[in-house]
């Protein structure tokens, strides 16, 4: 019986997709969440403390159309 020595080649063939995480947002503003009322169309509204339609009594849905807006937070 023969000595079998099992050479291991590594491939090394990782070539980086260039798939980084950047993120590219910008936290220095502040950005309000708000929301149109789906029903009435009224708003808009705060998503944070408004979480029905003062108009229609319209609790927010998925329907609603929610947008985020940014906050000019300087003076
Ligand atoms: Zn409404
Ligand atoms: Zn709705």
Do not use: E, L
Not at 3 to 26: D, I, L, V
């Amino acid at each position: 019986m023969g000595k079998y020595s099992s050479a291991s080649s590594s491939k090394s063939s990782s070539s980086s997709g260039g798939k980084q995480a950047s993120s590219s947002r910008t936290g220095s503003k502040t950005q309000k969440w708000i929301w149109y009322c789906g029903n009435c169309k009224f708003g808009p509204w705060n998503y944070q403390i408004d979480t029905h339609c003062f108009n229609c009594s319209h609790q927010i849905c998925n329907t609603c159309d929610v947008r985020q807006i940014p906050i000019d937070t300087r003076k």
